[in-house]
């Protein structure tokens, strides 16, 4: 007796296997239009304010809160693959990284403009300076990285112009998720913990201390 469970599993495997063949094709096709994307890094400005919140703070040290900015603008370019639909690629990245925005934070107990809130604010004002140098002197790597980044985004295949959105969405998602971009966000974070530390060691409260002559 023929095992027909034996022929029918046979031919399920030979339609999956075509199946992915015809589906791999356009993607495959869509490589000979992969580039290195130019890539502009821009920083963007920032402001700086003091509170004196109602929660209690130390009296000896202060707070920095600071909001880091990372946005990605990309421009895509489209080509028609030979096997029809289209081929859409990243042409151009401009990426804006850096702080926006710091708040420092001292103790409401420290009257405005006396020495010691003025102590604290010179103090906090080093690890604003810190963090901003961090991004500053990050420039090189930060370059690097991005580039590295989108320059592993491959084409991705359109059937319509109406997936263009689909496909653009899918390469930015790609783009964020890389592993060179999460290093970057990491580097970036180590460094600066690194430097806000070495403000800390130099001061140990000296300036506030220094009120009370």
Known sequence: MRDTRHEIRKIAIIFCLASLVSCLAPAADCLKYKRLPSLEIKVPGFSVSVVQPERGLDLLHGN?????????????GAEKASTGGWCVFIERVSATIGYTNFVIQIDKRHEKDS???????????????????????????????????????????????????????????????????????QKLAAEQEIRNKKIDLGDKGRRIRACEN
């Not at 920095?64 to 895509?76: C, D, K, N, P, S």
């Not at 370059?143 to 059937?159: N, R």
Request: charged share 40%; proline share 2%.
């Open 64 to 76: 920095v809160v600071a909001t880091l900015a990372e946005e990605y603008e990309i421009e895509y």
């Open 115 to 185: 020495c010691e809130f003025n102590a604290i604010k010179e103090h906090e004002d080093e690890h604003v300076r810190a963090h901003l140098s961090v991004i500053e002197d990050g420039k090189k790597d930060i370059k690097q990285g991005l580039i590295d980044a989108a320059d592993s985004v491959l084409p991705v295949f359109a059937e319509t112009e109406k997936d263009f959105d689909r496909a653009m969405e899918e390469m930015e998602g790609e783009l964020e998720a890389r592993p060179e971009v999460k290093l970057l966000r």
